[in-house]
């Protein structure tokens, strides 16, 4: 398969995102979870790659199954709700 420097670019950004899971790449870019790895290994700088395999590692929200939720966007107990363009107060 050959990706463009956009596609590259964008499972780059989708990579970085925390809330992005590897499954929604493999999805959209027919890449695994491995794949996505060996992308970022070669296309970014050894300390940076290094710096995202830590932050990555380990983190629930990368991997779907590991998730607390399953559709949507995690929203913290603690949020405030905003209903009809105003914040509801506790």
Not at 14 to 33: G, H, N, S, Y
Not at 51 to 78: A, E, L, Y
Not at 81 to 87: E, F
């Amino acid at each position: 398969m050959t990706l463009s420097e956009r596609d590259i670019d964008r499972i780059i950004e989708m990579a970085w995102e925390d809330r992005t899971p590897f499954e929604a790449i493999t999805f959209q870019f027919d890449l695994k979870e491995q794949q996505v790895i060996e992308l970022m290994r070669r296309e970014m700088k050894g300390s940076s790659f290094r710096m995202w395999r830590k932050r990555v590692q380990g983190r629930s929200t990368k991997h779907q199954k590991s998730r607390t939720f399953d559709k949507g966007r995690f929203k913290c107990s603690r949020q405030k709700q905003i209903t009809h363009n105003s914040i509801s107060k506790r």
